[in-house]
């Protein structure tokens, strides 16, 4: 084969790194975000946060034209930059004190001795379930070898206050040498059970309810029907055969019921109380209010960072023609950093927003008055690429008078309606969960009875369709519902 050469042109998208920035800032959670930031304040010298109180060594400094001032509501998002397009050129400048004037704290005003200070509220140390039980421990007259072996138990308790080994593998791990047997286990066990919370030391669910209820007051009322239940038909009331648990028991509904209430006021998980276990918070990124009728969003000025330019810095590399390279970098990668985090706060006000104006009725009604919405919807109005929409409303929070909501929650599918509208799949699970709590609990709703009820109302729903939203709410089928 004869060999040539042939031209051919081709067209491909290059992204640049600041728009590859701008792209990961925007998927960024808050929290991911401060992480992020922190990392680029400990590597850039010339960044810093702009509530760093600093003003005679670093003040705010002119930006050039990487930081331009977008029209309201004109915001251009990654997806829709041209291939190739690097915003630093000179051609207009704005200053970072124009850009961030809104964000910058108050001078901190001087305190008289009369004011009450302000001081960090810290968490309460609470004891972990083995502190909890070794305390006690210390308080019984045992001798040293039961004392020993009731905290070799307490050690292998695992969070729910369970022992999840026989006590014959725990034999079996002891040294022979110590010459333990199983009823020295077995009285250690019972020392472990005698321990508060009662049930602590269980070895199944039966044994831990059995437990709870001997350590109620003799006099309870139906509390050996309670005790009998739990350990010889605890499968038989969790599958709500009252029939044949009334047969067997040889009570009426009366009793039954009462029995059933005192073991349902038991706790399962008696160790879950000691859990240790960070609170987490969520920091909406925009809160949702109503002005003269209006429902309006504006950025929570706590989940936004405040960045500047060290103007300290930055005037030497002014004035030094010997600037190195890589200052001259880090300079760079501070603009397009405080740009990119303004750029990606203004994308999330305007989805925001464009959200609020189509779901006005969620905000006004509740649940039960929410539209159908797509990504789409929100791309098109807005001009942006669907997968920035998807970016934006990823891990990110929105504060409203009914709570606080992922920006994702807004969206759902639809379903038709006999008028040939739409129902949003968030209504229908609302409805549904409306008619299971204003159902007979003695007779409750079958799927098929509440695809009937929802077309009655003229939303068309499958049965199984209904046990998947049903699902979703986390409601038991109605068989698991019945009570007496």
């Given at each position: 084969?004869?060999?040539?050469?042939?031209?051919?042109?081709?067209?491909?998208?290059?992204?640049?790194?600041?728009?590859?920035?701008?792209i990961?800032?925007?998927?960024?959670?808050?929290?991911?975000?401060?992480?992020?930031?922190?990392?680029?304040?400990?590597?850039?010298?010339?960044?810093?946060?702009?509530?760093?109180?600093?003003?005679?060594?670093?003040?705010?400094?002119?930006m050039?034209?990487?930081?331009?001032?977008?029209?309201?509501?004109?915001?251009?998002?990654?997806?829709?930059?041209?291939?190739?397009?690097?915003?630093?050129?000179?051609?207009?400048?704005?200053?970072e004190?124009?850009?961030?004037?809104?964000?910058?704290?108050?001078?901190?005003?001087?305190?008289?001795?009369?004011?009450?200070?302000?001081?960090?509220?810290?968490?309460?140390?609470?004891?972990?379930?083995?502190?909890?039980?070794?305390?006690?421990?210390?308080?019984?007259?045992?001798?040293?070898?039961?004392?020993?072996?009731?905290?070799?138990?307490?050690?292998?308790?695992?969070?729910?206050?369970?022992?999840?080994?026989?006590?014959?593998?725990?034999?079996?791990?002891?040294?022979?040498?110590?010459?333990?047997?199983i009823d020295?286990?077995?009285?250690?066990?019972?020392?472990?059970?005698?321990?508060?919370?009662?049930?602590?030391?269980?070895?199944?669910?039966?044994?831990?309810?059995?437990?709870?209820?001997?350590?109620?007051?003799?006099?309870?009322?139906?509390?050996?029907?309670?005790?009998?239940?739990?350990?010889?038909?605890?499968?038989?009331l969790?599958?709500?055969?009252?029939?044949?648990?009334?047969?067997?028991?040889?009570?009426?509904?009366?009793?039954?019921?009462?029995?059933?209430?005192?073991?349902?006021?038991?706790?399962?998980?008696?160790?879950?109380?000691?859990?240790?276990?960070?609170?987490?918070?969520?920091?909406?990124?925009?809160?949702?209010?109503?002005?003269?009728?209006?429902?309006?969003?504006?950025?929570?000025?706590?989940?936004m960072?405040?960045?500047?330019v060290n103007?300290?810095?930055?005037?030497?590399?002014?004035?030094?023609?010997?600037?190195?390279?890589?200052?001259?970098?880090?300079?760079?990668?501070?603009?397009?950093?405080?740009?990119?985090?303004?750029?990606?706060?203004?994308?999330?006000?305007?989805?925001?927003?464009?959200?609020?104006?189509?779901?006005?009725?969620?905000?006004?009604?509740?649940?039960?008055?929410?539209?159908?919405?797509?990504l789409?919807?929100?791309?098109?109005?807005?001009?942006?690429?669907?997968?920035?929409?998807?970016?934006?409303?990823?891990?990110?929070?929105?504060?409203?008078?009914?709570?606080?909501?992922?920006?994702?929650?807004?969206?759902?599918?639809?379903?038709?309606?006999?008028?040939?509208?739409?129902?949003?799949?968030?209504?229908?699970?609302?409805?549904?969960?409306?008619?299971?709590?204003?159902?007979?609990?003695?007779?409750?709703?079958?799927?098929?009875?509440?695809?009937?009820?929802?077309?009655?109302?003229?939303?068309i729903?499958?049965?199984?369709?209904?046990?998947?939203?049903?699902?979703?709410?986390?409601?038991?089928?109605?068989?698991?519902?019945?009570?007496?």
């Amino acid at each position: 084969m004869k060999q040539s050469l042939q031209l051919r042109l081709s067209q491909h998208l290059t992204l640049t790194p600041q728009l590859q920035q701008s792209i990961r800032l925007l998927q960024l959670s808050t929290l991911e975000l401060d992480q992020e930031i922190e990392r680029y304040l400990r590597d850039n010298p010339l960044l810093e946060r702009g509530d760093s109180g600093l003003d005679g060594a670093a003040g705010t400094m002119p930006m050039s034209s990487d930081l331009p001032r977008q029209e309201a509501g004109a915001t251009a998002s990654p997806d829709e930059l041209p291939d190739g397009a690097d915003s630093t050129s000179e051609s207009a400048s704005i200053s970072e004190s124009d850009l961030f004037a809104d964000m910058s704290y108050g001078a901190a005003g001087e305190r008289s001795d009369d004011e009450e200070g302000d001081y960090p509220q810290l968490a309460s140390d609470t004891p972990t379930l083995r502190e909890h039980l070794l305390a006690q421990l210390a308080l019984l007259k045992l001798s040293e070898r039961d004392r020993t072996l009731t905290g070799l138990l307490i050690d292998s308790l695992d969070d729910d206050g369970y022992l999840t080994q026989s006590l014959e593998d725990m034999l079996d791990m002891l040294p022979l040498e110590l010459e333990i047997d199983i009823d020295e286990l077995a009285t250690a066990l019972r020392y472990v059970q005698h321990l508060e919370p009662a049930g602590v030391g269980a070895r199944s669910l039966s044994e831990c309810l059995a437990l709870q209820l001997q350590a109620l007051p003799p006099s309870t009322p139906y509390c050996d029907k309670a005790i009998e239940i739990v350990l010889q038909h605890l499968e038989v009331l969790a599958a709500k055969d009252y029939a044949k648990l009334k047969r067997t028991l040889r009570c009426d509904d009366g009793g039954l019921r009462a029995a059933q209430k005192l073991i349902t006021s038991l706790d399962p998980k008696p160790g879950r109380g000691f859990a240790q276990g960070d609170t987490r918070y969520v920091i909406p990124d925009v809160i949702v209010s109503k002005d003269k009728g209006l429902w309006s969003a504006a950025l929570n000025s706590e989940a936004m960072p405040k960045l500047r330019v060290n103007q300290f810095y930055a005037d030497i590399l002014t004035r030094s023609r010997t600037a190195s390279q890589s200052m001259a970098g880090q300079l760079q990668e501070a603009r397009w950093l405080i740009k990119n985090v303004q750029q990606r706060f203004e994308t999330i006000l305007r989805v925001s927003q464009a959200i609020i104006e189509r779901q006005r009725n969620f905000l006004e009604h509740g649940t039960i008055a929410m539209r159908p919405l797509v990504l789409r919807e929100i791309a098109e109005v807005l001009e942006l690429h669907e997968s920035t929409v998807s970016r934006v409303t990823t891990n990110k929070f929105m504060r409203t008078p009914r709570g606080i909501f992922e920006l994702k929650f807004f969206f759902g599918s639809h379903v038709g309606t006999d008028a040939g509208g739409a129902a949003s799949s968030t209504a229908i699970r609302e409805l549904i969960r409306q008619m299971i709590a204003n159902e007979n609990s003695r007779k409750p709703l079958s799927d098929s009875q509440l695809s009937s009820l929802l077309a009655e109302q003229g939303v068309i729903v499958a049965r199984r369709t209904v046990a998947k939203y049903r699902e979703a709410l986390q409601i038991l089928p109605g068989n698991l519902r019945k009570s007496l």
